[in-house]
């Protein structure tokens, strides 16, 4: 965490330790990945949790570009543009009144430019795999390549139920 902190102040010569901190700030963009991030999982953890799931989910039919193909059909699993002040309003004991209230809050979810959740994960999946990568560089510690040989294949046949 002491590192962090350093990348956020201007002299701090290590690229990476900017990089991270300048996607960690403040923001709602694709170089503010981190925060974005950490806001989705506060969402999701303190607001919505998986295990008050009923089973339902709000899609949206899209259409996305496919080269020489034209547009195909999609599907869009949306997040809020906003996902810091979804989560202090629905925090609130009596969040909302009347319907009209939840639903405008919730417009945030039908924007058009809302994010794709797919999308979004692929983005931080990405951004987190090259972190990882650079940071090695940082490590006291040398990398050790995981290897796999035939000792680590169990052999036989999946039994399903």
């Known amino acids: 965490m002491n ?3 350093q990348g956020k102040r201007e002299r701090c010569q290590n690229a990476l330790l900017r990089q991270i901190a300048a996607a960690a700030e403040e923001g709602n963009s694709a170089e503010t990945w981190l925060h974005l991030l950490s806001e989705y999982r506060n969402l999701i953890t303190h607001n919505a949790p998986l295990s008050e799931a009923n089973g339902s989910i709000m899609v949206r039919h899209t259409y996305r570009g496919a080269g020489t193909v034209g547009n195909m059909p999609a599907v869009s699993l949306p ?3 906003s996902p810091a002040t979804i989560r202090r309003r629905f925090a609130q ?9 939840w639903l405008k809050a ?3 979810f039908l924007a058009e430019d809302a994010k794709d959740a797919l999308d979004f994960s692929h983005l931080a999946l990405f951004r987190l795999s090259e972190f990882a990568r650079d940071a090695v560089s940082l490590s006291p510690v040398a990398p050790t390549p995981i290897l796999i040989t035939d000792k ?5 046949s999946i039994k399903y139920g």
């Open 93 to 101: 004991p009596s969040a909302f009144e009347t319907f009209d209230e």
């Open 79 to 81: 997040l809020p543009n």
């Open 3 to 5: 590192l962090l902190r």
């Open 106 to 108: 919730t417009q945030d």
């Open 152 to 156: 680590d294949v169990i052999r036989g």
